[in-house]
């Protein structure tokens, strides 16, 4: 008999604001996720971006997860800390004769796209034989074939998408010298032994170039559950700009927290709602299960 492997998840807040419901819909989901069967949960911040990132807020999160009673494995990971590490990665692919240099601006990749995807114009391949310029600046793209990237996510069910010709050789290293989301998040997760990502369907449409990363590595791909998202009044996806009512703060926590098990379809006893939020997530572990989440995003009504 074959041993059952433990389950190692994470959460990866970016810091640009306080954490808002939004977000502690994806934590408590990769939480539970974990915590139920015993696992092993994670938590690493996506600083990767410096503009983006607010002074502070990442002390800020970290300070009401830990208030409403989420207790992490290990010490927090900072990808701003992992530059060294990302371009050890980022050589091994060089070596592997994966990546090429790409000296196209956003304005020449938007004029030379054959058609937009979801996700932005898709890059015809310009530079794949060398780059086009004489420029001191460039960045650096993975090749991808035409080959269709078929995966199950636990929520959203089957999904299919052609590399090639809905997205197109993508950057990794771009030419400010900033490391791709895509590539740090896989590298990450690598690390850290990573093998079930739960997080917010926003993310579901970067998931096949994240599982061609995992196979250019020759690593396991993990298990996916993208979670519905949170919609504002005007069906959007809720965001930090939707206003101070959304963010969680200690005199709230334990309300959003209950309404958060509410929106994932774990349908919590209404008298869990004026408990502490240690209690809450107590019963969230005891009784958390995907079968109940749906896949449809949605408004929700908060306490």
Known sequence: MTERMEITGRFAPSPTGPLHFGSLVAA???????????????????DLDPPRVVAGSADTILRVLDGLGFEWDG????????????????????????????????????????????????????????????????????????????????????????????????????????FAYQLAVVVDDIAA?????????????????????????????????HLPLVLGRNQEKLSKRDGPAITVNKDNGSGLLWCALDFLGQAPPVELQNMPAPEILTWGRQNFSFSKVSAVNNTVTFC
């Open 28 to 46: 408590l989901g990769s939480y539970l996720a974990v915590r139920s069967k015993g696992g092993t949960w994670f938590v690493r911040i996506e």
């Open 75 to 178: 010490e927090v990971v900072w990808q701003s800390q992992r530059y060294g590490y990302y371009s050890e990665m980022l050589d091994e692919l060089k070596r592997s004769g994966h990546l090429f240099r790409c000296t196209c601006s956003r304005r020449e990749v938007l004029a030379s796209a054959p058609h937009i995807g979801e996700e932005g114009p898709v890059y015809p391949g310009t530079c794949r034989r060398g780059p086009q310029k004489d420029t001191g600046q460039s960045a650096v793209r993975i090749r991808v074939p035409d080959l269709n990237v078929c995966f199950r996510d636990g929520v959203q069910g089957e999904q299919q998408q052609n590399l090639e010709q809905e997205v197109g050789d993508f950057i990794l290293h771009r030419a400010d010298g900033q």
């Open 193 to 225: 032994g990573v093998n079930q990502v739960v997080r917010g369907a926003d993310l579901l449409l970067s998931t096949p170039r994240q599982i061609f990363l995992y196979r250019c590595f020759g690593k396991q791909v993990p298990a996916y559950y």
